[in-house]
């Protein structure tokens, strides 16, 4: 499965491991939640690596991974305006 469609369309996800149910949330909770990922062998979205990433620079984004929400936030962490982005 495409874990950036899941992250931007889906608001509850169910993670199957080996036959059984390992996991069910939000899709920021279950990427968000390292040992399942690693337990389950998934990918996660990009959001949510840029986002990995992001904080390892000391950069906190907190986005729920959708791409609008990334970019919005990302662009408020940076305090820049972008056309449509502003508040």
Do not use: W
Not at 23 to 41: M, T, W, Y
Not at 46 to 58: D, I, M, Q, R, W
Not at 61 to 70: C, K, L, P, V
């Amino acid at each position: 499965h495409d874990m950036n469609v899941i992250s931007e369309y889906c608001n509850r996800v169910g993670v199957f491991c080996k036959g059984e149910l390992a996991g069910v949330g939000s899709p920021k909770a279950i990427f968000s939640n390292a040992e399942l990922i690693k337990k389950c062998n998934l990918d996660i979205p990009l959001t949510a690596y840029l986002e990995n990433e992001l904080e390892k620079c000391g950069i906190k984004i907190d986005s729920d991974y959708t791409t609008e929400d990334f970019i919005k936030k990302t662009v408020r962490a940076f305090n820049l305006q972008y056309r449509g982005y502003t508040e």
